[in-house]
């Protein structure tokens, strides 16, 4: 075994060996991969083997198409068997709820130039005449999907691995880590010490053990998932589809000349959840066969050929989930040099092929060629590191993997971890919650008598209208939003200023009481984060950023800082609740409790200053997401529940109300503004975005600086408009609906909703800039129906000339 290594890449299923395969594809010959036990004798060698590409998420069926892209030509590089064979997969339909999440798939297919077709329960049948078409309404089908042999896969990638240089060292466990500060600096293992420069968690369902004896956050749950193996059954059609009828919650694939079985059942069994045995490779759990009659009942009537079928195994073999039904991906934030790349929720052998080239980009250039912030590490909180958490919501993730994907889903489990001082305030006056990074935020308010729910759908929603009346509420009057669960974050110091205006495309060296809202951006001039700046102190500085992004903004910005003392920075999010006091009336409801001067004189746009709101000490920023006059309270959190009960009490008299997120989300499309995470990432600059008033060229460098300078020289590649459907009533947009000009796909959209004041549907996306033209023409297709559409190019629908926020 080699003394030291480049890479070291730890564990040898499908995504070690594809990130090897990738890292020698690359160039980087010096990698070095450990598995404890045989290639594949982790759960790959035990997957059913399907490979589906379309998901809800876009970059991640980008990453599932580079997948199918490889299967298709590896066996002829590496000249393994793969068992790759290109079937298609049929998708069946019983509910009419199925039939809109089918023709939501066929739509986003067509933004990708995937063929995806919605049939006819006949047509169904003709392709898989096994079928009983017994309550089935439709189906779509997807010709370029496919099967193949987990363990085929896998050797093929693992040779070509090798052929390029890499070694691949089996019967080796890692037994521990040489850590120094923040990076590894070894490997060790029961037969020697590896020095590295960089390591890759690839151990699969043993994800979670590995994260701590490394320190890192690793939210891997092994569940028990079982699928039974025929016997050859008479008649079984060549070149069969694989099938998925998740209205029963199962799957299929034809497995010479017989079927495979499976699903995921909603009661789904957590295993060996405090960490899996290193012996427990090569192995299979005890077949349950009471627990799988769940699945085999509706089976036996949808396929009724294995009535008379002999059953070969049943088939238990663990796999690792995570609590947002998301693989884990990209840079650990604890440790300076390590990679992780586990729990991809039984479709590892979908996505393998395209998740080792994405990390292998990732660990070469710094970023991967597609963002994958749904998959990102990142993305988890520290209500994510309690392990009771990460049970009971994975659990009822594993029972979701095959029910309907509604839009704006919340879940069940795991509810109440964070809650805002005003939570009990908002209950009480008929606050609907949903959960974002573990905060209870309030979605909408339910006046008396109206149903204390949400109805999940794909038409109007029932709580439209009461989203209508807080939006009408804060255009006309005054309402109050709870947005306590804002990241916080405090920097200071003698080289603060300097720090964040290297940060930040925005200048920042403005006068103290200035607020800036600033892109951050990488080098290519994509944006990391946005963010607001509060210069509190000439050295003290809040920052601000969206709920679920502070690990990553907080990752990010520590990266750049200097490491000589002359910079403090810690997260404040939990010391501070935060008030918004939004409408036309605003003003007159704040000045009613406080003696502070609040007019536009005393008080300018973009600036800062603390007060007194009742007895209770804030800071209040003059700022507006929403296109209102309007004001955020940053109050300790101690003075909150006060501050609220006067502010409401001080506007009875002005209409005052309540508004939650829907609310919100609705009257900044209005307004114009983008969100992190949908219009704004890594992929599109500031330019593209519209951001251009945040760039300040002529300050020092600052990251991104000559990136940004070529592309507003050259012009930016994309445009991101907003798009107003001509159909009078409310449209329920689909996500990644495709955006057509002159009978072309050109764009998807980003977000959509409804803008209550204008009176249309909205929706935003990127298109290219040399085809962005303003005016009508345009088309936007969302669940197979295609709408007229009128492409706006500064987005700005509401008070354009900001004369509202100004006043």
Not at 67 to 74: A, G, I, R
Not at 152 to 172: V, Y
Not at 597 to 616: L, T, Y
Not at 787 to 802: E, F, G, I
Request: charged share 20%; glycine share 12%; with cysteine.
């Amino acid at each position: 075994m080699r003394q030291s290594a480049r890479v070291v890449i730890i564990g040898g299923g499908i995504i070690g060996c594809s990130t090897a395969y990738h890292m020698t594809r690359l160039g980087i010959k010096d990698v070095v991969l450990l598995e404890k036990n045989q290639l594949t004798s982790g759960s790959t060698w035990h997957a059913a083997g399907l490979v589906g590409q379309l998901r809800s998420e876009r970059n991640i069926t980008r990453m599932l198409q580079m997948s199918v892209s490889l299967y298709e030509t590896l066996e002829a590089e590496t000249g393994l068997s793969t068992g790759w064979k290109k079937t298609g997969c049929l998708h069946l339909a019983s509910t009419r709820d199925r039939m809109y999440e089918l023709k939501k798939g066929a739509t986003t297919a067509r933004s990708f130039g995937l063929e995806m077709h919605i049939l006819t329960p006949k047509e169904a049948y003709d392709l898989c005449p096994i079928l009983s078409l017994e309550g089935i309404m439709g189906a779509a089908f997807m010709p370029t999907d496919g099967q193949a042999d987990p363990s085929g896969i896998t050797q093929a990638l693992a040779r070509g691995a090798r052929d390029r240089g890499a070694k691949i060292s089996t019967d080796t466990l890692v037994t521990g880590f040489d850590i120094q500060g923040k990076r590894i600096q070894a490997v060790l293992t029961q037969t020697g010490k590896i020095e590295c420069e960089t390591v890759v968690n690839c151990t699969g369902m043993w994800g979670y053990q590995v994260g701590r004896m490394l320190g890192v956050n690793t939210p891997v749950v092994p569940f028990q998932h079982q699928f039974l193996v025929s016997e050859k059954i008479p008649g079984m059609p060549k070149n069969l589809p694989t099938i998925r009828d998740k209205d029963n919650l199962i799957y299929y694939k034809e497995e010479v000349g017989g079927l495979i079985m499976g699903g995921y059942e909603r009661n789904g069994i957590p295993w060996s959840v405090d960490g899996v045995s290193n012996d427990f490779s090569g192995r299979l759990l005890e077949p349950d066969f009471d627990h799988f009659q769940i699945l085999s009942e509706p089976a036996l009537r949808r396929t009724p050929c294995l009535e008379s079928a002999g059953i070969i195994k049943l088939i238990n073999g663990p796999e690792g989930f995570t609590p947002d039904g998301n693989a884990i991906m990209g840079p650990a934030p604890e440790l300076g040099n390590l990679f992780v790349a586990v729990g991809f929720n039984a479709f590892g052998i979908a996505a393998g092929g395209g998740a080792g080239q994405m990390m292998a980009e990732w660990i070469v250039y710094g970023e991967p060629s597609l963002d994958l912030w749904p998959l990102d590490i990142r993305r988890f909180g520290p209500h994510h590191q309690s392990r009771s958490y990460q049970v009971e919501r994975t659990a009822e993730l594993y029972g979701k993997h095959y029910t309907i994907h509604w839009p704006h889903e919340e879940h069940d489990s795991a509810r109440g971890v964070r809650r805002t001082p005003l939570y009990y305030l908002l209950k009480a006056k008929g606050g609907i919650f949903g959960a974002k990074y573990g905060w209870e935020r309030p979605n909408w308010f339910a006046p008396p008598g109206a149903e204390y729910k949400d109805r999940p759908t794909f038409e109007v929603p029932g709580w439209f209208e009461f989203v209508a009346d807080e939006h009408r509420r804060a255009r006309e009057k005054v309402v109050l939003i709870d947005q306590s669960s804002f990241c916080k974050f405090e920097m200071t110091g003698q080289k603060a200023l300097e720090s964040l205006n290297r940060l930040c495309t925005n200048r920042i060296d403005r006068p103290v009481g200035s607020v800036i809202y600033t892109p951050m951006c990488n080098d290519r001039g994509g944006i990391e984060c946005d963010l607001t700046v509060a210069r509190l102190e000439t050295e003290r500085f809040l920052l601000v950023v969206g709920t679920a992004f502070g690990l990553r903004v907080g990752w990010w910005i520590r990266k750049h800082l200097p490491t000589d003392g002359s910079v403090v920075f810690h997260e404040v999010t939990s010391a501070f609740g935060v008030i918004s006091v939004v409408g036309p009336k605003s003003r007159e409801l704040l000045q009613r409790v406080t003696k502070d001067d609040f007019s536009n004189q005393g008080f300018r746009f973009g600036a800062c200053k603390p007060a007194a709101v009742g007895h209770a000490p804030v800071t209040a920023f003059r700022i507006t997401y929403v296109g209102e006059l309007g004001y955020e309270l940053y109050i300790p959190v101690d003075f909150a529940g006060h501050v609220y009960e006067t502010l409401w009490g001080a506007g009875q008299d002005l209409s005052i109300g309540n508004a939650g997120y829907r609310a919100i989300n609705s009257m900044r499309l209005e307004k114009g503004n983008a969100d992190w995470g949908s219009e704004l990432t890594p992929e599109y600059t500031p330019y593209d975005a519209g951001l251009g008033a945040c760039v300040s060229l002529d300050k020092e460098d600052f990251m991104g600086k000559a990136a940004l300078a070529r592309i507003r020289k050259d012009g930016a590649p994309w445009q991101l408009c907003s798009f107003t459907l001509d159909e009078k009533d409310p449209v329920m947009i689909q996500g990644s609906a495709p955006i057509i000009g002159k009978g072309e796909v050109i764009g998807v959209t980003s977000s959509a909703g409804y803008g209550h004041t204008i009176g249309k549907t909205i929706a935003y996306g990127y298109i290219p800039a040399e085809k962005a033209v303003s005016g009508q023409g345009w088309e936007i297709e969302s669940y197979r129906k295609v709408y007229p559409a009128t492409c706006h190019l500064n987005r700005v629908l509401y008070d354009p000339k900001r004369e509202k926020i100004r006043v």
